[in-house]
């Protein structure tokens, strides 16, 4: 059994590829051949007026993730002294890496540039139940600043049963739920934007569209260009590996819309042939874990070797740093990037998307 500080090791030299100033999608070299995660676990120390939110915003963690990783803490009032674990930790999707990727049960999008070796990753908040999105292959066909939102009729309607109605028209701005910025995909009415309810990112919170936290469409918008090709997948178990000599699991809760005819712990086996079958040597799997995580999903990628220390040994040996950083406040619950101001009116347009 391999010493748990080595995983201290790879904890430091995975976090020197992490962008420092944070609310920024990380960006992480390609992994080696043969291996398929990047990023890596950090602790940080919360203080009295901190909530797992606002940790999880300025890390780029999505409110699903940051959650599990921190079960039985307060999202609002962690507590000051509190070691938050922030999951920075990522197991890619399946192969191709072309373009944009989103893994919808794992609420995270990911873009490979054709002209760089390196990810981006960023969470998104995905449709709520009853509202699913295609899978499949489509691509970007537009790039639009200031949005304007026409609410479809069906939304309305929603809204108004639930006691919660809403207008029929939002004008640009920063109280639009299609956010100031939005990429146009070619599935029908449905766009990757900006929110003015960012604390959502990593819920079940749109009507079909995928909402990134607005500093993160900032930084899209530069980087994604007109034909951009983009995949859904639904993934909800993923296997890889980092060059340490594990096999790893990241799991997550299946999304009722895709049926598949597998069961989940099938579902989970079959992930784990699939990618054994593109190693070298196959792993001794430890078949416990990995039903526990079936039965309990867990965003962090978890060891699942018989040889491995459990997820929470390796936890326990990363030093824990203070956290620094403002809380957002209220005014960043908004569609303006926090610090930023509105972008230019030019260029606005009134999209008809089928839901915020």
């Not at 490979?112 to 139940?129: A, C, E, H, L, M």
């Not at 100031?180 to 079940?204: D, F």
Request: hydrophobic residues 35%; charged residues 15%.
């Amino acid at each position: 059994m391999k010493h748990p500080l080595r995983y201290v090791k790879y904890w430091f030299l995975a976090c020197l590829a992490i962008t420092g100033t944070g609310a920024q999608a990380a960006e992480f070299p390609l992994p080696p051949a043969g291996q398929n995660m990047v990023g890596s676990l950090r602790v940080v120390i919360a203080r009295h007026a901190d909530t797992l939110l606002d940790i999880a915003r300025h890390y780029d963690v999505g409110y699903n993730e940051i959650r599990a990783a921190n079960p039985g803490v307060d999202p609002w009032l962690p507590g000051a002294g509190t070691h938050v674990v922030v999951p920075t930790w990522y197991i890619l999707p399946p192969k191709p890496w072309v373009g944009i990727v989103i893994d919808i049960p794992a609420r995270r999008l990911y873009y490979f540039p054709s002209d760089k070796k390196v990810v981006y990753t960023f969470p998104v908040g995905i449709f709520r139940p009853n509202w699913p999105d295609p899978l499949g292959t489509s691509k970007i066909i537009a790039k639009v600043k200031n949005p304007s939102w026409t609410v479809p009729k069906d939304i309305q309607e929603e809204h108004r049963k639930a006691g919660d109605p809403i207008p029929a028209y939002f004008p640009p701005g920063p109280d639009n739920p299609m956010g100031e910025l939005a990429l146009q995909t070619g599935w029908s009415q449905i766009y990757i934007h900006g929110t003015n309810k960012p604390w959502g990112v990593g819920m079940r919170v749109s009507h079909g569209c995928f909402h990134v936290y607005p500093e993160n469409e900032v930084q899209l918008f530069r980087m994604i260009k007109v034909g951009t090709p983009v995949r859904s997948v639904d993934e909800p178990y993923l296997v890889g590996s980092n060059g340490d000599g594990h096999l790893y699991l990241q799991s997550f809760a299946q999304v009722e819309a895709y049926h598949n005819a597998n069961s989940p712990q099938q579902r989970a086996v079959n992930a784990i042939r699939e990618y054994e079958g593109t190693q070298p040597a196959q792993a001794v799997v430890n078949w416990q874990r990995v039903i526990d995580l079936v039965q309990k999903p867990n965003t962090i990628p978890t060891p699942i070797d018989v040889n491995a220390p459990s997820l929470q040994k390796i936890i326990e040996q990363l030093p824990a740093e203070p956290y620094r950083y403002a809380p957002y406040g209220d005014n960043a619950n908004q569609a303006t990037p926090p610090g930023a101001t509105n972008p230019p009116a030019t260029g606005a347009f009134k999209g008809v998307a089928k839901g915020n």
